[in-house]
């Protein structure tokens, strides 16, 4: 596999609880030795690596003597404090043995949907990378509650990349990519196609969608368990998301010895997830990927979304029937049909409470009503994204 174009110099590297612990869900040190000494390789050949690791719940639930993964909250964040300590001091005696030092990253979903935080959290990364430290990076699961979390680490995987300017993503699980028919599909786009040119399997040359009919994750030692999280599926969605950014993804197994050195050669390992033609800019990737929930809805009539999807109009308040959720003026809000389907995702001039007064206005009733300083538009189509442009 050629991850296409120049080396990358700047990679994020994912790695699952499925390749860190054994059958019964426990943490292997050694395999935690191997991965770092991989990538303490990488390093000493010149390359900044950002390492994503899960393995804290699971070092959590081994401490506990729990078989299975809690399901409440309460309990999952406690059960990812008492672990994260393990999994440090592992990866911190395991790099050590390579003269390298590593850093403890916990991040929110809002940490990278609030531009300040974001910033903040790049130049911390960044300045750990030129120092050749190790960033490690893991979801700040003690505190983090539904409406902030991630959703696993694929996902912050792929929403770190472009934080800190890398060029390549590597998601390490238990599985070998995907494949059809027994053989592994070099290359998909990022939205599941097959890239007809470059396959293993000369029978994959039609396009099919690589989480429908036909494709199937394939792997050394693909295992259901009950520390694991994310799936084929969420990679794939974190391809796309990196995607959009212009960032290729590969989708390899953690248990092959030496698999990021020979995926880095250029050899035929894993799948590697090429980024679409037309990316989003920066402002619409944020609006579609780095929140993972919008704060409100905006439900607009036929007539809007007919403007809005066909005519690149902006959405204005004489076409909103509904406003649902509370917010504030700046906020991003999915923009949704009559029959509750999301349309777009775009960042609001007014709050929930002045959009509850003026839908259905012209512009005229609402300069009278809030003044004539105020933007026509609800939502700028400057400031909007389609779902069609980030959904395969």
Avoid at 64 to 71: S, Y
Avoid at 159 to 187: C, W
Avoid at 293 to 309: F, K, M, N, Q, Y
Wanted: hydrophobic share 45%; proline share 4%; charged share 20%.
């Amino acid at each position: 596999m050629s991850t296409a174009g120049a080396q990358p110099q700047r990679v994020v590297v994912k790695v699952g609880s499925s390749v860190l612990t054994d059958e019964g869900g426990r943490v292997v040190p050694a395999r935690v030795r191997e991965l770092s000494g991989q990538l303490a390789k990488l390093i000493r050949a010149h390359r900044q690596v950002v390492l994503v690791s899960s393995g804290a719940i699971a070092c959590g639930m081994e401490l506990w003597g729990l078989k299975r993964r809690p399901a409440a909250l309460p309990q999952l964040q406690a059960c990812a404090a008492l672990g994260q300590s393990r999994l440090m001091r592992l990866y911190s005696e395991a790099f050590a043995s390579h003269e390298l030092l590593v850093a403890q990253v916990l991040l929110t979903q809002d940490d990278l949907a609030q531009r300040g935080r974001r910033a903040n959290a790049r130049a911390a990364l960044v300045a750990l990378l030129q120092r050749g430290v190790v960033p490690i990076v893991n979801e700040n699961d003690t505190v983090a509650v539904e409406e902030i979390t991630f959703g696993d680490n694929d996902r912050l995987a792929a929403l770190v990349a472009p934080v800190v300017g890398a060029q390549l993503v590597i998601l390490l699980s238990d599985v070998e990519g995907f494949l059809k028919d027994g053989q592994l599909i070099e290359r998909l786009s990022a939205s599941g196609a097959v890239d007809h040119g470059a396959c293993h399997d000369p029978s994959t040359r039609h396009a099919h969608d690589a989480a429908g009919s036909g494709f199937r994750p394939g792997g050394l030692h693909g295992r259901k368990r009950q520390v694991t999280k994310g799936g084929m599926v969420s990679k794939l969605e974190a391809a796309r998301i990196a995607g959009h950014c212009g960032i290729p993804t590969v989708i390899a197994s953690g248990l092959r010895p030496g698999v990021l050195e020979d995926l880095l050669a250029g050899k035929p390992v894993g799948t590697l997830c090429v980024p679409p033609d037309s990316r989003l800019s920066g402002r619409k990737w944020w609006m579609a990927f780095a929140l993972r929930r919008p704060h409100g809805e905006l439900v607009i009539d036929p007539g809007a979304t007919h403007a809005v999807a066909e005519q690149g109009r902006s959405v204005l308040a004489s076409g909103i029937l509904k406003v649902r959720g509370r917010f504030a003026a700046g906020a991003c809000v999915s923009i949704v049909t009559a029959d509750r389907r999301e349309l777009a995702r775009g960042v609001t001039n007014f709050s929930s409470a002045e959009l509850a007064r003026v839908r259905g206005l012209k512009s005229a009733e609402i300069a009278k009503l809030l003044g004539p300083t105020r933007g026509r538009e609800a939502v700028h189509r400057d400031h909007l994204v389609l779902a069609r442009e980030w959904r395969p």
